[in-house]
């Protein structure tokens, strides 16, 4: 069984930076493309982020574009966020999300298969 474990969340004040990670166990993680997404309260899940398999293409949300950075590391089974300039609007929690369709960029959650539980990231002003 495919599991995907969030870390690296917290408070974080406007303007500075977090890193949050994802490590997937259970199945082969360079056979997913990864995605994260975020949900604030009394709002939808929103697409943030993606990568494919081998890292060489990602997307962002144009509300993140410049400010995040996707990255992942197959030989640690693990997929990150690098969030930077960080604004309170971007206060949620987080997930991270394996698409089996390896070398897709989704965008829209039902692509993906796999999720983890979330991690909280609030952004003081």
């Known amino acids: 069984q495919v599991q995907l474990v969030e870390s690296g969340g917290g408070v974080v004040q406007a303007g500075g930076s977090v890193i949050l990670s994802c490590a997937v166990s259970?199945?082969?993680?360079?056979?997913?493309?990864m995605g994260w997404f975020r949900q604030a309260p009394g709002k939808e899940r929103e697409f943030v982020s993606a990568?494919?398999?081998?890292?060489?293409?990602?997307y962002y949300a144009d509300s993140v574009e410049g400010r995040f950075t996707i990255s992942r590391d197959n030989a640690k089974n693990t997929v990150y966020l690098q969030m930077n300039s960080a604004k309170p609007e971007d206060t949620a929690v987080y997930y991270c999300?394996?698409?089996?369709?390896?070398?897709?960029?989704?965008?829209?959650?039902?692509?993906?298969?796999?999720w983890g539980q979330g991690t909280q990231v609030t952004v003081s002003s």
């Open positions: 259970g199945g082969t993680f360079s056979n997913y493309a």
């Open positions: 999300a394996a698409d089996r369709a390896y070398s897709w960029l989704a965008t829209n959650p039902d692509n993906y298969d796999y």
């Open positions: 990568i494919t398999w081998s890292g060489a293409g990602t």
